[in-house]
């Protein structure tokens, strides 16, 4: 098992454990935004002499486009869309859509930019992935007609954004260490100082219990290590590939949920991940695509 696929393993784990920590942070009184806060300003600082001795070299490498590029994608606007979802749809929503739409969107995008023709395993899986998406919104009718349909659109814009973040490190060949030197402080620079302005340290109104698991989760485990090992993973075995191991986190994230804050998904919603996994199951084999 080679260190990338491993890399990419833990890496998705980590987001997947990231809907759980990203509920118990919104039910502590921590919204997307003081999460994101607490994010890159504990990530950056641990990250400075990194950042002070590499982000001039990844700039003069990648530009100023791709920097921004990748920073609006994969780093504080990301984040805030993403666990702002958890605001108003609980965690197995977002398990199944993000997931289960961010491969469809690499595919999509591999097709219309680099020609890549996805075969007949990746479109039948992503239209069961799709499928999938479409029993969680016929669910969200039934258990939360108004609030659930706003976490849902939420997380089909995180799925659309991560899918795209995903692109754009293979597209323009971002290196594992460039996405910390400049995703983190171009992040805190945009979004510190403006949420500092309006939110002051309304973070720190939580429990000591929250604000640490928040730093402990959000600023090394998400901030540093998920970041580094997915880019790492993207770089040495593309990101169709790394997509394909995204299976794993409908159901992970679920049952992480079920057993640490007892939220229990519906019949509807069982089915909704059962078919974005098998969609995603199915997209899997020793060819995603076929250049043509």
């Known amino acids: ?30 919204d997307s935004f003081d999460q994101s806060g607490v994010r890159f300003a504990v990530s950056t600082i641990l990250l400075l002499p990194l950042i002070l001795t590499r982000s001039r070299e990844a700039f003069r490498r990648l530009g ?58 990746a479109v039948v899986g992503s239209g069961l992935s799709l499928l999938g998406v479409v029993v969680m919104i016929i669910d969200h009718q039934q258990v939360s007609p108004g609030r659930a349909a706003i976490g849902i659109a939420i997380f089909v814009a995180a799925a659309f954004v991560w899918g795209c973040y995903a692109f754009a490190v293979r597209l323009w060949s971002v290196k594992a260490r460039d996405v910390l030197a400049l995703v983190l402080p171009i992040s805190a620079l945009l979004y510190i100082p403006p949420y500092l302005a309006v939110a002051g340290l309304r973070a720190f109104n939580a429990s000591a219990a929250s604000l640490f698991l928040q730093i402990a989760f959000q600023g090394v485990i998400l901030g540093i290590c998920a970041t580094f090992l997915y ?42 991940i059962s078919l974005v996994t098998a969609g995603l199951v199915l997209r899997q084999g020793k060819r995603a695509l076929v250049v043509g």
């Open 231 to 272: 880019a790492y993973a993207i770089e040495r075995l593309g990101s169709t590939r790394v997509s394909a191991l995204s299976p794993l986190m409908p159901v992970l994230a679920t049952l992480m949920a079920l057993f640490l804050v007892r939220e229990t998904p519906t019949a509807l919603q069982w089915w909704g």
């Open 1 to 30: 098992m080679s260190p990338a696929f491993l890399a990419a393993l833990a890496a998705l784990t980590i987001y997947a454990s990231l809907f759980v920590v990203g509920r118990v942070g919104v039910t502590a009184g921590l």
């Open 64 to 121: 100023i486009g791709c920097a921004l590029g990748i920073t609006i994608l994969g780093g504080s606007p990301y984040s805030i869309i993403f666990l702002s979802g958890f605001m108003f749809a609980p965690v197995s929503y977002g398990a199944a859509i993000v997931p289960g739409l961010q491969p469809v969107v690499v595919m999509l995008l591999s097709y219309v930019s680099l020609k890549e023709r996805p075969n007949t395993g």
